[in-house]
Structures are given as structure tokens and as C-alpha cells.
């Protein structure tokens, strides 16, 4: 009976064509392997390539272009699908986008956190996601100490808190720190329900991403300011940090509109940052 269903075949050889299966699947993993890691050789390699591209083209300017950053991982979520959870593949992305970097020149990061144990853990962790783990990182004893780094060194990065019970923004208002923008978020890449916790500074211009927020900072004399699209983020005496969405240049007439209310005696944009990209339980 049983010989008749299976028509001559035995549980050896049932086996073998298992094991055969698994040896063909093993098989293309090991060539998919190897032809990523050729892919990734040749990337290095065209790294290599912009570099002398970039010293002849823009000398003296930095290398890193956040929003270019944020375009690339926005077009690979468009297009990902599968059960990958896309976290992997935006640090995937990130540690490549960063060896490339490290390969064109030098590049690190000056963190700053004093939020206490549990917030400078989520800060280090959002700066190690963004700029990847082989990045040089100095933790940085105060806000000062990281702004300085950025603003002496063009290729650094510095990574500061961004919330209410934070007032190191005020200082990119002085005039000593004019280069200084804030060009990104931390992290980048967020589940339902989370929020930003940092953001990065540096000499960097900002690039128009077409999902953006701009900030600035307000000098006024209220003590509940509020003005029509601005999203306040953060208070420290008479100087409030605003939030607008959208990409707005510094000469933008939005800024000049903002110094028009009453009680505002300067508007000082500082920069900004793509949105992030927000997970659904989907991704």
C-alpha cells in the first residue's frame, strides 16, 4: 500500500532531496554574499573616486550631505518590501553611508548629554545608530566643549539633547557660533509612538529634502509666546526655540514676518532638519 503511494520512494532517498534543497539554498546565500561583498569593495573604491572628485570641485567644504542621507533611506523604504524589518536595512545603509565618509576624509562626532544616565544611554545609542558604531566619538563634559568641536573642526559633528529641560541652543544665537546650524535629528529612523531625542550641529548648510522643519530662535519679552505655525520646542529666559515646517532659508520672509509681532525683538534662524521617517507596525 505505502509502496504504491510513494512509488519506489524511500525515506533515504526523501532525505537526500532535503538535504539536496538545503545545499542549493546554501549555495545561492554563499554567491549572494559573494557578490555583495564585491558590491561593497566597489563602492568603497567610487568613495575613493569622490574624494579626489570632491577635493578639486569643493575644497575645503564638508563631505557629509545630511540631506542626501535622508533622500536615500526614504527611497529605500519606498521601494522595500518583505520580511525584513526596515531598521536593519536603514542601519545597514547608515554604516555604509559612514565607511564612506571615514574613506574620504576624516570624520567624528563630539556628544554632549547631561539628561542623566537613562537619556544619555538613548542620546549615545541614537548618535552610534546615525554615524555608525567605527565612528571616532569624544564624549564631550559640556555643550560648549561639543559646539567648539564642530565649529573648529569641519569635518565633526556634534550631538546634543533637544527638549524643554535643555538650553545649549541659546548659544548658537551668539555671534561666535554664526557658522553653526543644526542640520539633523536623532534618531532618523522612529517607531510609532517615539520621539526625537537629539540633533546634530555642524558648520553644514542644509539641503531642501521636501519634508523638512526649520528652526529658529526668538528673542521676545512673553512669558506664554505663541505665534501662528510655530511649534514651541523650548524656552530659556526671553529666548524661545521655535519649530516651522518646511524648508526655510535664512533670508526666508516667514523669519521676517515672525520678527513683525509684537514683542519680538529678533529672529534667528539656526537651521533644521528632514523629518524622520516614522515606522508603522507594518515595517
Known sequence: MFSLILRGATTSNIGMTKENEIARIRAEIDAIDVSVHDMLIRRVELAEEMAVAKDKAAAGQARMR???????????????????????????????????????????????????????????????????????????????????????????????????????????????????????CLPYVLNEGEAINAVSVSNLDREDTGDDVSLAIVACDHDNPSWPGCSIIAQSGGLVLVAVDGYLPEEDARWRALQNFDGVSAVTPIGGYANPIFLSREN
Open 66 to 184: 545630511p540631506g542626501r542621507e535622508a533622500a536615500i533611506l526614504r527611497s529605500l523604504l519606498a521601494r522595500h518590501h518583505g520580511p525584513l524589518p526596515f531598521p536593519v536595512v536603514a542601519r545597514i545603509w547608515r554604516e555604509l553611508i559612514n565607511a564612506n565618509l571615514r574613506v574620504e576624509g576624516d570624520f567624528r562626532v563630539a556628544l554632549f548629554s547631561n539628561g542623566g544616565p537613562a537619556e544619555d544611554s538613548k542620546i549615545a545609542a541614537s548618535a552610534r545608530s546615525q554615524f555608525g558604531d567605527l565612528t571616532p566619538t569624544a564624549r564631550c563634559e559640556t555643550p560648549d566643549a561639543a559646539l567648539q568641536d564642530a565649529r573648529d573642526q569641519l569635518d565633526t559633528i556634534a550631538v546634543l539633547p533637544l527638549g524643554p529641560n535643555h538650553n545649549w541652543w541659546t548659544q548658537l544665537a551668539q555671534a561666535d557660533n554664526a557658522s553653526l546650524k543644526v542640520i539633523g
